[in-house]
């Protein structure tokens, strides 16, 4: 045999290190929630349950959502990012199990607990001209998307 003759792969080799080189990309690619997908799935119903609740006075989440309360800019950016990265980009971070979006969930939700203690905070200051302060459902919308950037985080650390 020459060395010539060692240099060539045959063609089914040659495919087989093709596919566990594209098995290796997409396991890397990958996230397993275990348990703790379970923890992110409660505190997305719970993020749906407190955008149904009062934010301020009769002002519910999703009419800060929707434009139809006029608040300041802190409680609809907290609605927004909220929903945004704590319901849909946690639900695709769930459903296709990709690395990046868990990362992007985990960064977006962080994100969305300063502007939603900013949203309470907002509140808050405004309650001794008058105004009404944080609702039940700004306070448990916050606390969702607390545990959601930790759960995210714990994820897409495990990898």
Avoid: N, Y
Avoid at 20 to 32: F, N, Q
Avoid at 52 to 73: D, K, N, Y
Avoid at 83 to 99: I, K
């Amino acid at each position: 045999m020459t060395e010539e003759d060692e240099d060539k792969v045959p063609e089914e080799l040659a495919a087989l290190d093709a596919e566990l080189r594209d098995a290796e990309r997409r396991g890397t690619r990958a996230i397993d929630p275990g348990p703790t997908g379970l923890v992110v799935s409660v505190a997305m119903l719970v993020l749906i349950g407190g955008t149904m609740l009062p934010w301020t006075g009769s002002v519910h989440g999703w009419e800060v959502l929707a434009g139809l309360a006029s608040l300041g800019i802190l409680p609809p950016l907290f609605s927004a990012t909220s929903l945004g990265f704590g319901l849909v980009c946690s639900a695709l971070a769930l459903a296709t199990r990709w690395w990046g979006l868990a990362w992007l969930s985990a960064v977006g939700c962080g994100i969305s607990v300063v502007t939603g203690v900013w949203a309470i905070w907002s509140r808050q200051i405004a309650v001794p001209f008058g105004a009404t302060g944080p609702g039940i459902g700004l306070v448990l919308s916050v606390l969702a998307v607390l545990v959601l950037a930790v759960s995210w985080v714990r994820i897409a650390t495990r990898r």
